[in-house]
């Protein structure tokens, strides 16, 4: 140990020097390497006898400042203030706003400002009133959604989800919805809002579905289990739902059925694609497999009864009556199944187009990306989300391109995100 000019003080022979670190008159290492994780803090001449021993986990971070160590777990809420500017060590233990905390400054008074990776900012301490707290800006968008009427959904990494009339943006959100939440779908006429919480992930752990009104953002209905919903599709009235459930790592519990999740339509147990539900929720569809093996069979119904089954991974509908189906076939020498055709078929499975498209993914276990799928727009247009082309149904010729994936259809415009803003482009 040496002082400012360079002169040796002592020689400390400690059991570990990993993430050797130190300000003041204290030091300290953080062993993330063994179980235990230990943290412990030496004061300056007080030999190998710790002045302090805090146990982490390997999921934390230290950040030092010059009075103060900022202990940040990397992906919850949570911060500890250890100070090392009194007589002894203390720790204190902070309920942050925000998860995936990035960075925090603490200044010599211990007010504290941290940045998460989700883009906001919050803080703790101004100069009038050291317990003021507070959270800056909305963060990132976790979810976009929009409906036929215009109406666009925006959800942020700060907790509210804010609805927007693309006819009137000038006058601001109509309401904001206080939920964290990875998708939204919004009702045919922007009365009802869904949405699937960011689950564990969050600072509290939360796997339900949600149905609110609108604009006042009363919870209308709630389901919840102790896995998060994997992916989920609605009708535009909001009165029927399909979702997914994991139940192992490759299978899937399928269920079609009303809000209160008593008036059961369907219910299976197979591989990732959820039910499909069409827009008027008479009807909806299920696959087999994902397409990475082969799809199998989407097997149409309406309500409860089996309809047809065609070859093939549903994409999605199109409109109340038409959905996209994409086939694939198994390359022999590879083993892999590559994109052969799309084919559009009635509700009855009856073929009614085979539009030259290419692949347009679906969620699975081997995407995560929440981007994806299709919007119906028009009698003779739909928009795929994953790569942002409006595709015309009986050709499937690109009609309009945008580009980017976190994005949707609302109204007469396209609801996309806009460097640090949300904007909404006639199409």
Known sequence: M?????????????????????????????????????????????????????????????VPNDRAIGVLRREWPELDVIDLGGAEVTRSEHDMPMFYNARIHIDQDLRWVASSAFGMISLKGILTDPEDAGLLGCGRITALGGSPSGHAAVATASGKTFIYDTAALDAGPLAAVPFLTEKVMLSADGSLLAARAYGARSSVVDYSLRLFSLP??????????????????????????????????????????????????????????????SP???HFVVTDDVSEKGCGFTQIYEGSALVNAVRGCAVGWVDDTRVLVQTYVQNRDTFRWNYEASTIYDELGNVVGTPSLPRLPVRTEYTTDDYYGIQPVSATVFYSRNDGVFYDIETGAAVATFGGVQNAVAGAFLVHGCGYNVCATPY
Not at 24 to 47: A, H, K, M, N, S
Not at 247 to 275: K, L
């Open 2 to 62: 040496y002082s400012k000019g360079a002169t040796q003080e002592s020689i400390v022979n400690l059991p570990s020097t990993r993430h050797l670190g130190g300000t003041r008159d204290y030091f300290w290492t953080f062993e993330d390497d063994r179980p235990g994780y230990p943290l412990t803090i030496y004061r300056v001449g007080g030999g190998v006898v710790p002045a302090a021993e805090y146990a982490y986990g390997n999921d934390y971070t230290l």
């Open 216 to 277: 006042d953002g009363e919870e209308r209905a709630s389901l919840s289990r102790d896995v998060g919903a994997r992916d989920f599709s609605m009708s535009l009235d909001g009165a029927v739902l399909g979702r997914s459930y994991s139940s192992s790592t490759t299978m899937y519990q399928r269920i079609v059925s009303d809000w209160s999740g008593e008036a059961v339509i369907f219910q299976d147990t197979r591989r990732a694609p959820p039910p499909f539900v």
């Open 280 to 282: 008027d929720g008479r």
